[in-house]
């Protein structure tokens, strides 16, 4: 019985990473080359995954700042 006192691990992502999954394949394929990573380190990321500081850094940037143009 694998940690029967404490809960499993479970990966909670952010706001930003959730919308960004919501996003369509080209959207997301277009903001990952904007953030210099390619599709599956942007797909990780969104899936809470760990990927390098520098990554997640560009991507949060990148992708808020389409959030925010979308909404205004």
Known sequence: MRGFL??????VPSET???FA???RHRRAHLAA???TSL???SQWSRGDG???AVAEALEKHVSAH???KKG
């Open 6 to 11: 404490q809960p499993a691990l479970k990966n």
């Open 17 to 19: 990473q959730t919308a």
């Open 22 to 24: 919501t996003l369509s």
């Open 34 to 36: 904007a953030a210099q």
């Open 40 to 42: 599956l380190k942007a």
């Open 51 to 53: 990927v390098a500081p």
């Open 67 to 69: 959030l925010a143009k």
